[in-house]
């Protein structure tokens, strides 16, 4: 992969291999994207300061999220239908980072099951959780977690409602997926990605399909995915959850100072400061901008990760420097998986872990667990 230097080589590469309707389905937020865009961009208005002449042997990045050891401060954030993007898309991620030590975050409307994850791996992986209407269908995806020993359960607290993303309703993209000639015409132009489609049988959403009541089939699927997001959400449900679960639980989807105020005191072993990726308010903060005020408010109390914007290693690296003891990445690792698959995902990690060594270093740092705002120029944005 020699011309492959950064994320947004992988993010071309996946434009041209993945059908359009799913390479939109992740490059995309909702609305006018303007919160899409902000989680990027902002990261650019805070400065690092460079310090010079500090011993730089011996660099650490190993630390811990959840009380889990990790190779570096990264995670795989959890994504619908990353099964979409390449054949076998989740239990291929899932690989990767267990190759590469770091948490890997199936999500409830993953495309491979909680099940195949399972066996392609030999680590524990996270599983994130949607509150469905259905509660004993959200109790067996509890327990189905816990029977293939994951290690951490990802709350998402932020998606009661669906966003609207224009791209996806242009593209008539739908779950499950249906097929309209305009769909066929962007599959025939991708025939790599038909093959390794064609060659494997897990393109049917199997966390669902055949689990929850009357899901059948995937025809049946798409009326119950419309109905079941559950708009009667609240912190209550927390407490059964986390009763069920019994394991570390993280909560995601907190932007507001006051919401992390009662996330702090819900029983959450940690937050996600994360506006999913832009794809539910738009005209929101950006996660960047929204962590000072949650460390402030609440740093002391419950352990802080990000999520949101995140495309290389300096920008893990600045969400560090603020606050974050994690970050995840989303749209990056679907780039990787759809330009290469599993080398992909491996190489958009090794980006990200260099890029966070070479940063450390030049920051005069050499433990990332020592970051903070000393690193921050104070003529930057958002501190
Ligand atoms: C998401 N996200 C998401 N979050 C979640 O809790 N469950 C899910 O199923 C999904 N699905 C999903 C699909 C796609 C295509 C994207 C891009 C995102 C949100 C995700 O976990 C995370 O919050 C963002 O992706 C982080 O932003 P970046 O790294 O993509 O900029």
Avoid at 33 to 38: F, G, I, L, P
Avoid at 295 to 309: A, F, M, P, R, T
Wanted: charged share 20%; net charge neutral; aromatic share 6%.
């Amino acid at each position: 992969m020699p011309t492959i230097v950064e994320i947004a080589d992988l993010k071309k590469l996946a434009q041209k291999r993945v059908p359009k309707m799913f390479f939109d389905y992740a490059d995309s937020g909702s609305w006018t994207e303007s919160t899409y865009r902000a989680n990027e961009s902002d990261f650019q208005k805070i400065m690092l300061r460079q310090r010079v002449a500090v011993d730089m042997t011996n660099r650490n990045l190993k630390t811990q999220l959840v009380g889990q050891n990790i190779s570096m401060p990264v995670a795989i954030a959890p994504t619908g239908l990353a099964g979409m993007q390449h054949a076998d898309g989740e239990m291929l991620a899932a690989q990767a980072c267990e190759e590469a030590g770091i948490p890997y975050t199936l999500s409830t409307m993953s495309i491979c099951s909680i099940e195949d994850v399972a066996a392609a791996t030999s680590q524990p992986f996270w599983f994130q959780l949607y509150v469905m209407k259905d509660r004993g269908f959200v109790n067996s995806l509890i327990d189905r977690a816990k029977a293939a020993g994951c290690s951490a359960l990802v709350l998402t607290f932020d998606l009661q409602i669906l966003g609207q993303r224009h791209k996806d309703i242009r593209n008539q993209l739908s779950a499950p997926p249906r097929l309209t000639p305009k769909h066929l015409l962007q599959m025939a132009t991708r025939p790599g990605w038909c093959l390794k489609m064609a060659g494997t049988k897990r393109h049917d959403f199997r966390n669902i399909v055949g689990h929850a009541p009357g899901v059948t089939d995937l025809s049946s699927l798409g009326a119950w995915t419309a109905e079941q997001f559950d708009p009667k959400l609240s912190w209550e449900d927390i407490e059964w959850i986390k009763e069920r679960w019994g394991g570390p639980l993280i909560l995601k989807g907190i932007l507001d100072p006051d919401d992390a105020a009662i996330a702090a005191q819900s029983g959450a072993d940690a937050l996600i400061v994360s506006n999913h990726g832009g794809r539910q308010l738009d005209g929101a903060r950006s996660s960047i901008q929204a962590l000072p005020s949650i460390v402030d408010k609440v740093g002391d109390q419950i352990e802080i990760h990000l999520d949101g914007g995140i495309r290389s290693g300096q920008d893990v690296l600045k969400a560090l420097c603020m606050g974050a003891k994690g970050v995840y990445i989303g749209r990056p690792y679907l780039y990787g998986l759809g330009a290469l698959g599993k080398p992909g995902v491996s190489k958009v990690l090794e980006i990200i872990r260099n890029e966070l060594d070479i940063t450390m270093a030049l920051c005069g740092e050499r433990d990332v667990t020592q970051l903070g705002l000393h690193n921050i120029d104070p003529a930057s944005e958002f501190i």
